[in-house]
T-cell receptor, first 114, second 113 residues
């Protein structure tokens, strides 16, 4: 089966610019997660979707980050405006349901903010 | 919220030796404990997981043990090989509608020849 797909794989932008990341989960996976992984650290959950509903966005910096999963399939994570501290790898993951959180990760998008 | 501590941060073993990585968690309600392997520049990959109703689980050369009373769990890799070299992350989570993986800080394992 196809895995979790993310694009772009790499993105370099200047601070204050907007940026968007896209994720397509494994077919049939209702739960979708966005994680941020800073260099040398473990992934941190930003937001979790059950179908199209964001059920946990407590760690999402809402002043500059937004996410959507309009049809309950693919998802977009946006940062506007980006700050230097946003440089990280943004990982998308999906699972059949909340019983198996974050089981299948995508390859990630490495964001560099200059 | 949940807090997961992981030790050691780096571990170097000779090929063929065993490696043990330990994690502790703070939330006694956590009931799902996966371990991920992440090679440089790659995605985290689930290598083994354990639920709170099980004390030990083994899959070929890797095993995980869980002590719910002490709130700690460990990853054991036997007969290590160079391809085991990677960063390993433990995590803890509540399943169900409150599911959320909290990761440890990672252990860089280096298997030397």
């Amino acid at each position: 089966e196809a895995g979790v797909v993310q694009s772009p794989r790499y993105k370099i932008i200047e601070k204050k610019q907007p940026v968007a990341f896209w994720c397509n989960p494994i077919s049939g996976h209702n739960t979708l997660y966005w994680y941020r992984q800073n260099l040398g650290q473990g992934p941190e959950l930003l937001i979790r979707y059950e179908n199209e509903e964001a059920v946990d966005d407590s760690q999402l910096p809402k002043d500059r980050f937004s996410a959507e999963r309009l049809k309950g399939v693919d998802s977009t994570l946006k940062i506007q405006p980006a700050e230097l501290g946003d440089s990280a790898v943004y990982l998308c993951a999906s699972s059949l349901g909340p019983g198996f959180p974050g089981k299948y990760f995508g390859p990630g998008t490495r964001l560099t903010v200059l | 919220g949940e807090n997961v501590e992981q030790h050691p941060s780096t571990l170097s073993v000779q090929e063929g030796d065993s490696a043990v990585i330990k994690c502790t968690y703070s939330d006694s309600a956590s009931n799902y404990f996966p371990w991920y392997k992440q090679e440089l520049g790659k995605r985290p990959q689930l290598i083994i997981d354990i639920r709170s109703n099980v004390g030990e689980k083994k899959d070929q050369r890797i095993a995980v043990t869980l002590n719910k009373t002490a709130k700690h769990f460990s990853l054991h890799i036997t007969e290590t090989q160079p391809e085991d070299s990677a960063v390993y992350f433990c995590a803890a989570s509540l399943t169900g509608t409150a599911s959320k993986l909290t990761f440890g800080t990672g252990t860089r394992l280096q298997v030397t020849l």
